[in-house]
T-cell receptor, first 112, second 110 residues
């Protein structure tokens, strides 16, 4: 089954404790991206990747890191999480930049 | 930067009614996409419009891309409770970053 998987689905952590949210897709897509979704602000792109070892900032990259060492994986790293990073996070992938975005199920992160 | 403005923000209607939601921008887009998101899930693509003036139909849903490629609309005929969800438009004004509107939250009651 073609899908994008994210782990964990739910995470409660404390300020400053480094965490990684994993994202994996099995569709051989070149383009992958991370979004955060907040009430009243909608979906905002954090980072995206055009292919292996090629990443770029989206609209809200501050406080986040990403890496793309393999085509199928695109982890999101929060080196020192803060409460304002409490949000619902989505990973997505597509064949090209204009293609259909396939979204993962989301990761609900709470930073206390 | 939120380049895509969606209206209305919320819409509550009864089953059988028609409705239109709008996605507007001052920027030109090479294409626009419409997604629907249900609670607790990721967005799912409904349609991509590419050509200015294009009209696409998906059963009871009609999508239109403005002639100047700056705006789009989604019209639903005879809405059903299964149409309930958050409708999002998305596009790339330049470069490769994808920009989403804030969405229209639709509730259709029986």
């Amino acid at each position: 089954e073609a899908q994008v998987t994210q782990n964990p689905r739910y995470l409660i952590t404390v300020t400053g404790k480094k965490l990684t949210v994993t994202c994996s897709q099995n569709m051989n897509h070149e383009y992958m991206s991370w979004y955060r979704q907040d009430p009243g602000l909608g979906l905002r792109q954090i980072y995206y990747s055009m292919n292996v070892e090629v990443t770029d900032k989206g609209d809200v990259p501050e406080g986040y890191k990403v890496s793309r060492k393999e085509k199928r994986n695109f982890p999101l790293i929060l080196e020192s999480p803060s409460p304002n990073q409490t949000s619902l996070y989505f990973c997505a992938s597509s064949f090209g930049t204009g293609g259909e975005q396939y979204f993962g199920p989301g990761t609900r992160l709470t930073v206390t | 930067t939120q380049l895509l403005e969606q209206s209305p923000q919320f819409l509550s209607i009864q089953e059988g009614e028609n409705l239109t939601v709008y996605c507007n921008s001052s920027s030109v887009f090479s294409s626009l996409q419409w997604y629907r998101q249900e609670p607790g899930e990721g967005p799912v693509l409904l349609v991509t419009v590419v050509t200015g003036g294009e009209v696409k139909k998906l059963k009871r849903l009609t999508f239109q891309f403005g002639d100047a490629r700056k705006d789009s609309s989604l019209h639903i005929t005879a809405a059903q409770p299964g149409d309930t969800g958050l409708y999002l438009c998305a596009g790339r004004p330049s470069g490769y970053a994808l920009n989403f509107g804030k969405g229209t939250s639709l509730l259709v009651t029986p």
